[in-house]
């Protein structure tokens, strides 16, 4: 069974940074097509912030860009997320997504408030 736990999340100031960890258990993360981090502010749709493919390829949200950066540790089988600058906007519920074909998984989620 696949299960994917989130870590990492807290209060920080605007302009600081935390790392979100993503943990993969039941399967190698080099099985999923693509390891994804998304958000969800509060009344908002949730959207994706960050993709990394199985070949390693990544793609950003337009407003992350230059400041999120994806990674996998095959190693530890996970996939994290550096987040540096972070702005008040950033404030979400971040959730690890992978997917294999159709079949999505998701973590329950880790907050994230930044605060000015």
């Known amino acids: 069974q696949v299960q994917l736990v989130e870590s990492g999340g807290g209060l920080v100031q605007a302009g600081g940074s935390l790392r979100l960890s993503c943990a993969a258990s039941g399967t190698n993360i080099l099985r999923f097509d693509t390891m994804n981090w998304y958000r969800q502010a509060p009344g908002l749709e949730r959207e994706l912030v960050a993709e990394?493919?199985?070949?390693?390829?990544?793609h950003y949200l337009d407003s992350v860009k230059g400041r999120f950066a994806i990674s996998r540790d095959i190693a530890k089988n996970t996939v994290d997320l550096q987040m540096s600058s972070l702005k008040p906007e950033d404030s979400a519920k971040y959730y690890c997504?992978?997917?294999?074909?159709?079949?999505?998984?998701w973590g329950e989620g880790t907050l994230v408030t930044v605060f000015t």
């Open positions: 990394v493919t199985s070949s390693g390829t990544t």
């Open positions: 997504n992978a997917r294999t074909g159709y079949i999505p998984y």
